[in-house]
């Protein structure tokens, strides 16, 4: 049988709810924000392999200039860290979820369970009394 812990402790749980929803969606605007920068420094990349460029070296390879390869390279890094970092955040609400729903299914089956009784109880009592 669930007592009144159980509404308290249900509460608890969706405020933490909304402070967690909170942090993955910082999360996932940081995520997004590292996606732009990388591609922005991708587009570099290729803006520095016009055609013009490229008719310059015809047959030589296109050189891109190093800061922007190493721009490139940070931007990937950063995009793969915060990526992991959304991911886990995700896994992990996904799996509260879960486990959530397994109390939140308890609490339902015990308060179906003692509002059976007590309609049985007070069905009891009327037939008594009408006797």
């Not at 942090?23 to 392999?49: F, M, N, P, Y």
């Not at 486990?99 to 007070?122: C, G, N, P, W």
Request: charged share 30%; hydrophobic share 30%.
């Amino acid at each position: 049988e669930c007592s009144g812990y159980c509404y308290q402790s249900s509460g608890i749980n969706a405020e933490y709810g909304q402070v967690e929803w909170g942090t993955i969606t910082t999360e996932k605007r940081r995520l997004d924000l590292a996606r732009l920068d990388l591609d922005a420094a991708k587009s570099k990349v290729r803006g520095a392999r016009t055609p013009e460029a490229m008719q310059q070296n015809e047959q030589k390879a296109v050189h891109v200039p190093a800061y922007l390869q190493t721009q490139v390279r940070e931007c990937q890094a950063a995009f793969d860290r915060q990526y992991e970092q959304t991911k886990i955040l995700l896994t992990d609400a996904d799996r509260k979820s879960a486990e959530f729903t397994v109390y939140l299914e308890e609490l339902i089956r015990s308060q179906k369970d003692f509002h059976e009784q007590a309609h049985k109880m007070l069905e009891d009592a009327y037939s008594k009394m009408k006797k």
